[in-house]
């Protein structure tokens, strides 16, 4: 058996998640040393995020999400809720743990009410954040050039209630995979690589993870006639 560490509890606890865990050390002095676990590939917390998010992607409940997007969402809530921690009431992987679970919790919510609210709604209608709290509307999410009222070729070919349906659906992804729907709706993928200072690969790879995540929804219409709502270049 290895002689204690002076300095350093050896009380183990148990997260149902991550299994046992090792001893927590964590203190104000130490936080980043901590929370490097969340990247570092050799961390328990680590893989564990990982898996945890392969089997979100895997399971179809949270469309719009792959894998790297659910894990880098699971960790950033855990550093946004850093300072919340205390060593004295858990140790930091069943702080994780709970975080973890939580987070998961809400991405799946999200995209099930997002699925579910297939009506016309005002534009104005608030979209709920992961707390409850009233954040971005349905209207914050379209793009300056879409229009948002009378009869038009999308809502004449389409039906007028797929935009509110659109609106939501973009409202369901993730910040990055939303930044890019936009960017490409208003412009090309040369337009949205150079705005948004991504590789046109990396543009290509979450369309295609987007739209399967919109067909999943009903919403294959709308990429039907996407190109039609694209904004005009300039000097073309």
């Not at 560490?5 to 050390?25: C, D, E, Q, W």
């Not at 964590?26 to 969340?38: F, G, Q, R, V, Y």
């Not at 850093?82 to 709970?98: I, L, N, S």
Request: glycine letters at 6%; proline letters at 5%.
């Amino acid at each position: 058996m290895r002689a204690a560490i002076p300095g350093l509890p050896m009380k183990f606890r148990r997260s149902r998640v991550f299994g046992p865990s090792s001893p927590s050390t964590w203190t104000k002095a130490n936080t980043m040393e901590h929370l490097n676990a969340l990247i570092d590939p050799a961390s328990r917390i680590n893989r564990n995020i990982n898996i945890r998010a392969a089997r979100l992607a895997l399971s179809g409940a949270a469309p719009g999400l792959d894998a790297e997007d659910i894990a880098q969402e699971l960790r950033e809530e855990v550093l946004r809720r850093a300072e919340q921690f205390d060593p004295e009431r858990a140790c930091f992987d069943t702080f994780v743990d709970r975080i973890v679970k939580n987070r998961i919790a809400d991405l799946a919510r999200q995209s099930q009410a997002a699925k579910a609210s297939r009506k016309t709604q005002s534009f104005e209608t608030p979209i709920l954040g992961k707390n409850g709290e009233e954040g971005l509307t349905l209207a914050d999410t379209l793009s300056e050039t879409s229009p948002t009222h009378g009869v038009d070729d999308f809502a004449a070919h389409h039906g007028a209630g797929l935009k509110s349906d659109v609106a939501t659906f973009l409202a369901s992804l993730c910040p990055s995979s939303r930044s890019i729907a936009i960017a490409v709706s208003q412009g090309s993928v040369a337009d949205a690589a150079r705005i948004l200072d991504l590789h046109r690969s990396t543009i290509y790879e979450r369309l295609s993870v987007i739209r399967k995540a919109a067909i999943a929804m009903g919403l294959d219409g709308y990429f039907e006639a996407a190109p039609r709502q694209f904004a005009p270049r300039v000097g073309k």
